[in-house]
Nanobody, 125 residues
Framework: QVQLVESGGGLVQAGDSLRLSCAVS????????MGWFRQAPGKEREFVAA????????AYADSVKGRFDISRDNAKNTVYLQMNSLNPTDTAVYYC??????????????????WGQGTQVTVSS
């Protein structure tokens, strides 16, 4: 059973930073891409950032480009999302996801196989 556990969410003020972590239970973590998505109340889940198996390639949503940074530590089976210059529009539940069919960057939620339970990020103005 593959498990993904997010941590690091919280309540911050506009302009602050947060670092989310996602710990993955499977040994196959290092061979596959990971992604971060978010879902605000009343909205669909949206892509935030993704990283390929090695960490050499990344992709970002336009809304977070230049402010967020995705990285991974395959030795620790963990993927990170460093979020800087947060603003209230970043308020959402953030989910990490694991895809087990390719080694490339994946930005489509439907292509991911496993999801974490989510961590709340709230940014006050």
């Amino acid at each position: 059973q593959v498990q993904l556990v997010e941590s690091g969410g919280g309540l911050v003020q506009a302009g602050d930073s947060l670092r989310l972590s996602c710990a993955v239970s499977t040994r196959t973590f290092s061979g596959y891409p990971m992604g971060w998505f978010r879902q605000a109340p009343g909205k669909e889940r949206e892509f935030v950032a993704a990283i390929n198996w090695s960490g050499g390639r990344t992709a970002y949503a336009d809304s977070v480009k230049g402010r967020f940074d995705i990285s991974r530590d395959n030795a620790k089976n963990t993927v990170y999302l460093q979020m800087n210059s947060l603003n209230p529009t970043d308020t959402a539940v953030y989910y990490c996801a694991l895809e087990l069919h390719t080694m490339m960057v994946v930005t489509t939620p439907a292509e991911y196989d496993y999801w974490g339970q989510g961590t709340q990020v709230t940014v006050s103005s």
